[in-house]
């Protein structure tokens, strides 16, 4: 992906579409890769809501049309299918790296490929943003999380393909920065829920809030008292647009400093869709974090980003659309 074309700047302030671009700002063109998926077909929304242009591409491994369906008939929207290990060429002035299988199912379904889908991407000119992920600190031996934190990853694991492979990308993404010059942007991204997850990808809000919509029990593995800390996606998306906005590289952890056992997140599931839903507890996973909470104090400061909506209230915010699509899934089933 090389750079847009500085010498032909768009005119701002033209409006072809519902909102224009604020008066003084060029209107940029930017690759959202995995914009099909959960997080990127928000920030998509959030970056043609502004008035920018938006290429998604996606090969859909997870991702869904349906998610971006709205932009569709958009000029400032394209819908490209394509595998990003593969090369392609197209002149734009950012890159919001999303593209990889991001469930542990997904990752763990073709781990060689998961690490490639990492290691293979490259980038030219662009400033490019790299979505990694709090799972480079692997199960930590120091809580909070700081990003001055290296990280205990087990280096051979079943969650080293997605570990390591961000861990890699990590490495790569300062080694163009620091070898080629090129702009780019780090940011560590803490369990994040909301609208248009996955309904089955085995992650613990879309499994618990999926499993009490059908009036199935909620499967906590292990003890349930590891704990982790959600962060709905509206919060993500305006920390990945700040980053990218930002004059800082990172890396910068995005997460919600709330902390729950996946017991207390049981519990809020409960409170929200069905106060009659059970538990049941399953065999943990090999490796599992035992806890994991950000420190965003750097983000706080040099991005003044910090999320805003608490568990208690982006939980619901699901819940509407987990109901609609489980009831066309059982509908789709009838006929
Ligand atoms: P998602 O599975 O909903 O989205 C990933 C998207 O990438 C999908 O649309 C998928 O089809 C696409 N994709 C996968 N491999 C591809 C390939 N080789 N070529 C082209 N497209 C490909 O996941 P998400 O939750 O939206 O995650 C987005 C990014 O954020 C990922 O990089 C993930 O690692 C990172 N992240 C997410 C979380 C979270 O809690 N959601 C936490 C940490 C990091
Ligand atoms: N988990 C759980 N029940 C589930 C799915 C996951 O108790 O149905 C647990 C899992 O063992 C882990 C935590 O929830 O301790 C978060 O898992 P998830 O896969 O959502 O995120 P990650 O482990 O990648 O942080």
Redo the contacts with the bound molecule.
């Keep these: 992906i090389a750079s847009h074309n500085q010498q032909f700047p768009k005119p701002f302030g033209v409006r072809t579409g519902r909102v224009p671009v604020g008066i003084g700002r060029r209107r940029l063109r930017i690759v959202v890769?995995?914009g099909?998926?959960?997080?990127?077909s928000h920030l998509v929304d959030k970056l043609i809501d502004r008035g920018d242009e938006v290429i998604v591409?996606?090969?859909?491994?997870?991702?869904r049309k349906d998610n971006l369906v709205h932009h569709f008939g958009n000029p400032r929207f394209e819908l490209i299918r394509?595998?990003?290990?593969e090369p392609i060429l197209l002149e734009v002035d950012q890159i919001y790296h999303?593209?990889?299988?991001?469930?542990p199912v997904?990752y763990k379904y073709n781990p060689v490929k998961t690490i490639i889908?990492f290691t293979r991407s490259k980038f030219f000119g662009a400033k490019f943003l790299l979505?990694s992920?709090?799972e480079v600190y692997g199960d930590p031996l120091e809580h909070p999380q700081k990003e001055t934190y290296w990280g205990n990853v087990n280096p051979i694991g079943e969650r080293s393909c997605y570990d390591e492979g961000k861990r890699t990308a990590e490495t790569l993404t300062m080694d163009y920065h620091r070898g080629a010059g090129v702009e780019v942007r780090i940011a560590r991204?803490?369990?994040?829920y909301g609208p248009r997850m996955?309904l089955d990808d085995g992650r613990v809000v879309s499994n618990f809030v999926a499993q009490a919509i059908r009036k199935q029990p909620m499967t906590v593995y292990g003890d349930g008292k590891q704990t982790r800390s959600f962060q709905y996606v509206s919060d993500l998306v305006d920390g990945l647009v700040a980053l990218m906005e930002s004059e800082h590289v990172g890396p910068f952890n995005l997460g919600n400093p709330g902390e729950f056992t996946m017991l207390e997140l049981a519990e809020v599931v409960k409170e929200t869709i069905d106060s009659s839903a059970t538990i049941e507890f399953r065999p943990n996973t090999a490796d599992d974090p035992h806890m994991r909470k950000p420190d965003i104090s750097k983000a706080k400061e040099l991005l003044n980003w910090e999320p805003k909506v608490p568990l208690r209230e982006g939980l619901p915010r699901m819940v509407s659309d987990f109901r609609n699509r489980i009831l066309n899934e059982d509908e789709g089933k009838g006929h």
């Design positions: 890769t995995g099909s998926g959960f997080v990127g591409i996606d090969n859909f491994f997870t991702g394509h595998d990003v290990v999303l593209a990889c299988p991001a469930s997904h889908s979505t992920t709090s991204i803490f369990n994040t996955c």
